[in-house]
């Protein structure tokens, strides 16, 4: 019984894609919950162990029910979990739409503060001259009567 459930499982890897017993660490990597460190910790249990099914795979340190599901859905059905959904492409793109309004808003900003400051410092050198024409006359004043003095 346990040679037909064997040769079963192994002929429907076959058919449809990997085997979890022969996979490569850079496939196993592809699966989504399976980093480097948890493939090769599954291609050094499998060199003891035989898997042919979740719970085999559970037996792996670092392999819970979740991973150990996605290994046999991604190894024996040929498929990537790792794909991107189109709900996670949909929010990457509202990310980027909100980086970008972000962005475009912090440059409005950065526009408005380089305007405000260039208007203060216009104001600025505006009221400069005008406390310098103001001494200036204060000064001419001042000349003046001593000249009147002298002149008296």
Do not use: C, W
Not at 24 to 30: F, M, Q, R
Not at 38 to 50: G, L, Q, S
Not at 123 to 150: N, Y
């Amino acid at each position: 019984m346990k040679k037909i459930l064997a040769i079963a499982v192994l002929g429907f890897g076959m058919l449809f894609g990997l085997n979890p017993q022969t996979a490569s660490v850079e496939k196993l990597t592809a699966i989504k919950g399976v980093g480097e460190v948890k493939a090769k910790a599954i291609v050094a249990y499998r060199k003891k162990h035989k898997l042919k099914t979740k719970e085999d795979l559970m037996q792996v340190k670092g392999i819970g029910d979740v991973i150990a599901q996605n290994i046999l859905k991604d190894v024996m059905n040929g498929e990537k979990s790792s794909k991107p959904s189109k709900k996670s492409a949909t929010k990457k793109m509202t990310k980027a739409k909100k980086s970008a309004k972000d962005s475009k808003k912090d440059v409005k900003e950065k526009a408005t503060k380089a305007k405000k400051e260039t208007k203060k410092s216009a104001k600025d050198k505006k009221d400069s001259m005008k406390k310098k024409a103001k001494d200036l006359k204060k000064k001419m004043k001042d000349t003046k009567k001593k000249k009147d003095k002298k002149a008296a």
